[in-house]
């Protein structure tokens, strides 16, 4: 059974830089391609970037600047790490499997942005 | 970035009740277009996916079609649980989703 997993801090302050990790378990993270995507409070989905096992990866134009999507193939496990972080990225932060249509999910993780 | 637009943004209907909801995107995506269902509190589920397949486990009260950048997913009998928001997504060009559409009990 492919399961993911999100862990990070639910705070982190203004300017500083958001960081959360996915682990998969159930099937190797080389097999496919990985995603993170938000939902900010009350609002929509907003899909963040995709990687490869590889390292290539590929972000949303709007975040490009401050996005760094990275996996460990050691642990099975995909990270994403956002810098200069305002209110504005508060949200709910999801991986998913796939960088067409995301097929699983992990459950979420809330992260607020204040001080 | 190709916009999607969803309507309408409320559907209230009974259980039993057809529900046709529509997505149109800014320019054409083919068929790379799919359809999620997300419950509060819940991560999105796939449902359909190539404008038109649907996903691992998805009842056939679930259907999708659409090319270029008109779609529509209908759900034939409103079940209890599906009552939800659905959010509609490309990946034509890059990815983006559209706002949602609450269907909700009448």
């Known amino acids: 059974q492919v399961q993911l997993q999100e862990s990070g801090p639910g705070l982190v302050k203004p300017s500083e830089t958001l960081s959360l990790t996915c682990t998969v378990s159930?099937?190797?993270?080389?097999?496919?391609?990985w995603s993170w995507i938000r939902q900010a409070p009350g609002k929509g989905l907003e899909w963040i970037g995709y990687?490869?096992?590889?390292?290539?990866?590929t972000y949303n134009p709007s975040l490009k600047s401050r996005v760094t999507i990275s996996v460990d193939t050691s642990k099975n496990q995909f990270s994403l790490k956002l810098s200069s972080v305002t209110a504005a990225d508060t949200a709910v932060y999801f991986c998913?499997?796939?960088?067409?249509?995301?097929?699983?999910w992990g459950q979420g993780t809330m992260v607020s942005v204040s001080s | 970035e190709i916009v999607l637009t969803q309507s309408p943004g409320t559907l209230s209907l009974s259980p039993g009740e057809r529900a046709t909801l529509s997505c149109r995107a800014s320019q054409s995506v083919s068929s790379y277009f799919a359809w999620y269902q997300q419950k509060p509190g819940q991560a999105p589920r796939l449902l359909i996916y190539?404008?038109?397949s649907r996903a691992t486990g998805i009842p056939d009260r679930f259907s999708g079609s659409g090319s270029g950048t008109d779609f529509t997913l209908t759900i034939s009998r409103l079940e209890p649980e599906d009552f939800a928001v659905y959010y509609c997504q490309q990946y034509g060009s890059l990815r983006t989703f559209g706002q949602g559409t609450k269907v909700e009990i009448k």
């Open positions: 159930g099937v190797s993270i080389s097999s496919y391609y």
């Open positions: 190539g404008a038109s």
């Open positions: 998913a499997r796939g960088s067409t249509a995301f097929d699983l």
């Open positions: 990687v490869y096992y590889s390292g290539s990866a």
